[in-house]
């Protein structure tokens, strides 16, 4: 998968896990018409997020594919230390 937009999706996870989110208010902010960066299609395709209904609002939420997902990603960015070279 493209780099640019998993890198995409991994902010809006993390937008998402910041507080609750109503599904307007991510359509909002995330939806596209670009059909190269289809962030919110991708997530809902993937199965990375879900909408739940919560006291009259509809929420959308990070489900657990999605944070193993944020999981993977992290371990994939995390800067491993450098080698230090063994004597000959």
Not at 20 to 49: F, H, I, K, M
Not at 52 to 58: A, K, L, P, S, T
Not at 59 to 74: C, D, K, N, S
Request: charged share 25%; proline share 8%.
């Amino acid at each position: 998968m493209d780099g640019n937009v998993d890198a995409l999706i991994v902010d809006l996870l993390l937008w998402l896990g910041a507080r609750a989110r109503t599904y307007q208010e991510v359509l909002d902010a995330w939806r596209t018409s670009c059909p190269q960066l289809p962030v919110w299609e991708d997530v809902n395709d993937r199965g990375l997020v879900c909408r739940v209904h919560d006291h009259g609002r509809e929420l959308v939420r990070i489900t657990p594919a999605g944070m193993a997902f944020l999981q993977q990603q992290r371990r994939i960015s995390k800067p491993r230390a450098p080698q230090t070279p063994q004597p000959a």
